[in-house]
């Protein structure tokens, strides 16, 4: 009994291994999510690209804080989907290619946690830039929920920064 409990055990070790394999399709799902913000981000720069050759009245300075909010989302799903494959999936077999990012292979959960909330916050900065330069057209109140969202991420980092630093502290004493 013992050895059949033994190949059961070692048989449901191997399939829960290998259930992380289920995560590629969603990696592979931001990928594409990706691929449909560079078609936003190409249509927002003809659209700029048009309004600066007069050709329609356009709002520059907010076209081109949506390039940066759309450049900022796609960056946060590249390190999402990075990290996260090799910190759950498996190790990405690139070797010492040259264009290999510092800091792939070296994020812990710890640190994707935290760059994820560095990029929010900046994502919800943006935004809020956004907002406050057409806030003629949004309530006293809508202003106010988008700063307070932005200051729940803020807070939220802070929080979050605060844990791991504390967490840290810990495991070095």
């Known amino acids: 009994m013992s050895k059949q409990s033994n190949t059961f055990e070692r048989f449901m070790e191997s399939a829960i291994f290998a259930s992380r ?3 590629a399709p969603f990696f592979i799902g931001l990928i594409i999510a990706m691929l449909v913000l560079l078609l ?7 659209s700029l690209l048009m309004g600066v050759l007069g050709l329609y009245e356009h709002d520059s300075i907010i076209s081109i804080l949506t ?9 946060l799903l590249l390190i999402i989907v990075f990290s996260g494959y090799e910190n759950f999936v498996s190790k990405l077999s690139i070797g010492d290619h040259e264009d290999r990012p510092a800091w792939m292979g070296k994020v ?13 916050v900046a994502i919800s900065a943006v935004e809020l830039l956004k907002a406050f330069l057409v806030s003629t057209t949004l ?3 809508q202003i106010g929920w988008k700063i307070a969202i932005h200051l729940t991420f803020v807070i939220s980092g802070l929080l ?6 504390i ?3 810990r495991k070095n004493s």
């Open 21 to 23: 394999w289920i995560l």
């Open 40 to 46: 936003k981000f190409g249509k927002e720069l003809v």
């Open 67 to 75: 390039l940066v909010d759309t450049a900022l989302i796609a960056v």
């Open 108 to 120: 812990s959960f710890s640190d994707l946690k935290m760059k994820l909330i560095g990029a929010i």
């Open 139 to 141: 309530t006293g109140e």
């Open 160 to 165: 979050f920064a605060a844990s791991d630093w």
């Open 167 to 169: 967490s840290d502290n």
